[in-house]
């Protein structure tokens, strides 16, 4: 109990939870929380380091970091009444969203992946969550099923500040290039070529990547919020790799399937005044000074400021 506890002090601990602190406030789970906001982002990383509504207006980013189709859905249900009536629900599409639930097998076994959610949202919706007795009990006592972590008692990981970096391209301190994003999403999908038709296990993944859009998009809907498809910028290393033939397999064909629901898209990666170095710290991922200027673009491109 004592060690869990310390554990529980690290930064490798926290750092598990570090995008997740936009829903819990000081005075406690839920509580105080602000109100009647007037546009939210869900979505993975790449939103994460995109959006910072600080400042421009009433706005809340709810992405925790490495997030799916289904965990952008379920904190949508949770924290929805929090928004205004109306409200602007920005939905990100990302190089591989369309595909994404290839994933969900491989993430549904990752307790940490897991337990994030399990922490933020309402115990009688995340107790139908995968894996949800497990995942309660690895939150409550995370040695009992990852005693290697003991190590981080002796020897601590540094804290995740990659949310206040304000480097650039020209001087890296993150060593994620184009290529290793590239290199790295390939092994994830399991694709040998990018022009080339999609797999039948991606194929099928394709399918419940949009059953699962088409769940949020009826959702918000349904409940009077305004849907909108963002695709946020990548550095113009990036941007070389997403050829038209890759686009129409993996983007364009997938924004298609909502073409009912009247989904306004604004795609960012081929403005080119988004592509300048000065504005990542990645290839992938914005920095201060990134997220700020993209974040006024967009509020003005909707007319919201």
Do not use: C
């Amino acid at each position: 109990m004592y060690l869990n506890w310390l554990l529980k002090k690290t930064n490798w601990w926290k750092n598990q939870f570090v995008f997740t602190h936009q829903f819990i406030s000081n005075q406690g789970y839920r509580k105080n929380l602000t109100r009647n906001i007037e546009i939210v982002n869900v979505g993975s990383n790449p939103a994460r380091f995109a959006f910072d509504y600080d400042k421009l207006i009433l706005g809340a980013n709810w992405s925790t970091g490495n997030q799916g189709l289904d965990m952008d859905y379920q904190l949508l249900r949770f924290y929805h009444s929090f928004m205004k009536e109306g409200a602007t629900v920005l939905i990100p599409i990302v190089p591989f969203s369309s595909v994404s639930a290839y994933l969900i097998p491989s993430i549904y076994k990752d307790k940490s992946y897991m337990v994030k959610f399990y922490s933020v949202l309402d115990y009688l919706q995340a107790k139908y969550l995968p894996q949800f007795k497990h995942v309660r009990y690895w939150y409550k006592y995370p040695l009992l099923f990852n005693w290697l972590a003991v190590r981080f008692l002796l020897r601590d990981v540094k804290p995740d500040k990659r949310i206040l970096y304000d480097s650039d391209l020209t001087n890296r301190v993150d060593a994620i290039t184009a290529e290793l994003w590239m290199d790295n999403w390939k092994s994830e999908f399991n694709i040998k070529d990018l022009e080339a038709p999609l797999s039948l296990e991606l194929q099928k993944a394709r399918r419940q990547s949009v059953q699962l859009m088409k769940m949020i998009l009826d959702y918000i809907t349904e409940r009077g919020y305004k849907p909108v498809f963002i695709m946020p910028p990548v550095s113009k290393k990036l941007s070389t790799y997403f050829t038209e033939r890759f686009r129409e397999i993996y983007i364009d064909s997938f924004i298609r399937e909502f073409s009912e629901y009247n989904v306004p898209y604004f795609d960012y990666t081929k403005v080119l005044e988004f592509q300048t170095d000065d504005l990542f710290f990645n290839d992938l991922f914005m920095n201060v000074k990134g997220r700020t200027t993209f974040t006024k673009r967009v509020l003005i491109d909707l007319k919201m400021i």
